[in-house]
């Protein structure tokens, strides 16, 4: 241990054992007088204050950065960080690390070998064995002592903090991380539902369960806090300010003072590794998906493809796996998904409400089976329109204008760390510009008209809505050329001639299209 580790109970030790009072510092008890004096003070008032003046007393506390020992352990056990680790000196390989990175991505890779549909055999387990180590932590945490002080104070809203920026832009983090929009899972894992899948009742009970989930885990962790807060004899916002401390550093050591810790320890760890794999499965499922979508011919060496894309993973990972990689983790998770998250969710709903057009979109619903009624289609249209993106572009100028530099505790980024945080943060939309000069050139080349920049394909359109309306079951199946006048009974003749005459014909130029007429 290093000379700051330091614990209440350490303390508590030292109690009587010199005149004048004693303190734990270097790992072992220290007079107060001798304490005082090597940090430049004139001597011990009491087992608390140092004085440092006639009249004037300072804290021991803050004369030097006290670590728990469980922070201890964390950074110089399990990362090997040592003091003089930074950005600057990643220092050697944690192998210990690598390892355990290359087990995750075995796993991964074993699970989505087969596709989508081996995945999803194993998410029944990796989805729902965190809510039973949730119950059981709920159960075992609120029969704690302290565990409604820490209830409580969950509860207990302080209203003058909606006034801070910051807590409305770490709302929208929580909640673009836990949910998972804009990040291309969501329509990944959507596109392998079957064509009549309800999709409005399913986006709504996701986001239903997602923030059910979330308060009740706060429930949990707010047990235990309330728990730890009542064994070191401080307030319960003390006890921990959150991001990795708290999964690593504070909850494990409440869970220490449990009975049969290593129960509980082991169940809490397991669960955060299913936490992970969930979320790896869905990041590198989109992955794979959007190269199949690419080049189709690849979908016949699926193998290859998804042990490649984990390797490829891997090897990213490796330079977190050094001991100064937890910054590098820091400056990731500080950057990486941030506002241009916040850019790339605006433009998907201003893309879909405004250029594509709600109405387009309704139809599409309608041509899956979804049944609506007008208030619901209002409802949608000005969420899509107006409020998400004002609320998203109003969290977007906050978050940029609350910005500050990467840090972590008392080690302050260097410059460059912060320049190259900024173009990880732009580099998910700076991508997307070669492409858009692509299409542009595309069109330029080929004389068409600028507005199939911004129109989808009408061919593809409606034989996407009219396979909906087959599979559903519905009474309407759309013409490719009149959408507003070409509307016949799905169940008849001609509604099954159009249909396969539509799958057969070849996409034809928007000017032809609109030349063209069909009757019923």
């Known amino acids: ?3 700051d580790c330091y614990a209440p109970q350490f303390d508590q030790s030292c109690l009587g054992q010199f005149q004048g009072g004693a303190t734990w510092w270097n790992n072992s008890c220290v007079p107060v007088d001798e304490y005082c004096q090597v940090h430049a003070h004139i001597g011990g008032h009491n087992h608390t ?3 440092s003046a006639p009249g004037s007393f300072v804290s021991l506390a803050s004369l030097h950065n006290r670590v728990s020992p469980a922070e201890e352990y964390f950074k110089r056990n399990m990362l090997l960080m040592e003091t003089e680790t930074s950005l600057d000196n990643l220092g050697d390989l944690n192998w210990r690390l690598a390892g355990c990175l290359l087990v995750s991505w075995v796993m991964v890779l074993v699970c989505l070998i087969k596709g989508v549909k081996s995945a999803g ?4 387990f990796t989805a729902l064995f965190p809510y039973v180590v ?3 932590l709920l159960v075992r945490g609120v029969t704690l002592p302290g565990a409604l002080d820490g209830i409580y104070f969950y509860i207990t809203p302080d209203w003058s903090k909606l006034l801070r920026i910051n807590v409305w832009t770490d709302a929208a983090t929580q909640i673009f991380y836990s949910l998972g929009p804009a990040f291309g899972g969501l329509i990944t894992l959507a596109s392998y539902n079957k064509r009549n899948a309800n999709c409005q009742r399913d986006a709504v009970l996701i986001a239903i369960a997602n923030s059910a989930t979330s308060i009740f885990a706060g429930f949990v962790i707010f047990s235990i806090l309330g728990f730890m807060a009542r064994e070191l004899g401080v307030d319960v916002s003390e006890v921990v300010e959150g991001g990795t401390a708290l999964a690593f550093v504070a909850y494990p050591t409440a ?3 449990l009975p049969i810790s290593p129960l509980w320890s082991f169940l809490f760890f397991t669960m955060l590794l299913t936490l992970g794999l969930d979320s790896q499965f869905t990041m590198v499922e989109t992955v794979i998906t959007a190269v199949y979508d690419e080049f189709p011919h690849l979908r016949n060496h699926k193998a290859i493809m998804v042990s490649s894309i984990c390797l490829g993973g891997f090897l990213l990972g490796l330079p977190i796996c050094f001991q100064g990689g937890y910054y590098l983790f820091i400056l990731l998770d500080w950057y990486s998904g941030s506002w241009s998250l916040m850019v790339l969710a605006i433009t998907e709903v201003l893309l879909i409400s405004w250029v594509y057009g709600t109405d387009a979109f309704f139809r599409d619903i309608k041509s899956m ?3 609506t009624n007008r208030f619901l ?9 107006f409020t998400t993106p004002v609320l998203l ?3 977007l100028v906050f978050t940029l204008a609350d910005y500050t530099p990467a840090s972590e505790g008392d080690y302050e980024f260097p410059v460059w760390a912060n320049i190259l945080g900024w173009c990880i943060a732009g580099s998910s939309i700076f991508i997307i510009l070669p492409f858009a000069i692509y299409e542009i050139i595309k069109v330029k080349m080929y004389s068409w008209p600028l507005r199939n920049l911004v129109e989808c394909d009408y061919i593809w359109r409606t034989q996407t809505r009219n396979m909906c309306a087959i599979v559903s079951k519905t009474d309407i199946v759309f013409s490719p050329h009149s959408e507003d006048r070409a509307c016949i009974m799905s169940d008849t003749k001609p509604a099954k001639d159009m249909i396969m005459s539509t799958f057969k014909k070849p996409p034809l130029d928007r000017n032809q299209n609109e030349g063209l007429g069909y009757e019923a």
């Open 134 to 136: 949730l119950i059981m």
């Open 255 to 257: 869970i220490t003072k």
């Open 369 to 371: 089976g979804i049944k």
């Open 377 to 385: 289609e209002v409802y949608w249209a000005v969420c899509w329109k």
């Open 393 to 395: 572009g109003a969290v």
């Open 49 to 51: 204050h140092c004085q």
């Open 1 to 3: 241990n290093t000379p």
């Open 121 to 124: 055999k194993v998410v029944w």
